[in-house]
C-alpha cells in the first residue's frame, strides 16, 4: 500500500530559482547552474547532488592539503 499524506509543502513542488540555490548551498553561480541542469527540476534531487559535490571538494581539498 501507498499512502501519501499529504504534508508537502508546496514549493518542493517549484523547481529552484538559480540564486537562491547557490546561496542555500554556498555554491557559485555557475557550480548552482550546473547541478541544476543535470539533477532539476526535483529540489530533493538537486539538494542531494549539491550536498555531493559539496563532500566531493571537501574531500579533495584534503586529499591536496595532505601532500
Same mark, same amino acid.
Given at each position: 500500500?501507498?499512502?501519501?499524506?499529504?504534508?508537502?509543502?508546496?514549493d518542493?513542488?517549484q523547481?529552484?530559482?538559480?540564486? #537562491?540555490?547557490?546561496? &542555500?548551498?554556498?555554491?557559485?553561480?555557475?557550480?548552482?547552474?550546473?547541478?541544476?541542469?543535470? &539533477?532539476?527540476? #526535483?529540489?530533493?534531487?538537486?539538494?542531494? $547532488?549539491?550536498?555531493?559535490?559539496?563532500?566531493?571538494?571537501?574531500?579533495? $581539498?584534503?586529499?591536496? #592539503?595532505?601532500r
Amino acid at each position: 500500500m501507498d499512502y501519501e499524506l499529504g504534508i508537502r509543502n508546496q514549493d518542493d513542488d517549484q523547481p529552484y530559482e538559480l540564486t #537562491s540555490f547557490a546561496k &542555500k548551498h554556498g555554491l557559485t553561480l555557475p557550480i548552482a547552474d550546473a547541478v541544476l541542469f543535470a &539533477k532539476g527540476p #526535483s529540489r530533493m534531487a538537486c539538494d542531494t $547532488a549539491a550536498l555531493a559535490f559539496l563532500c566531493a571538494v571537501a574531500t579533495y $581539498a584534503r586529499k591536496q #592539503s595532505a601532500r
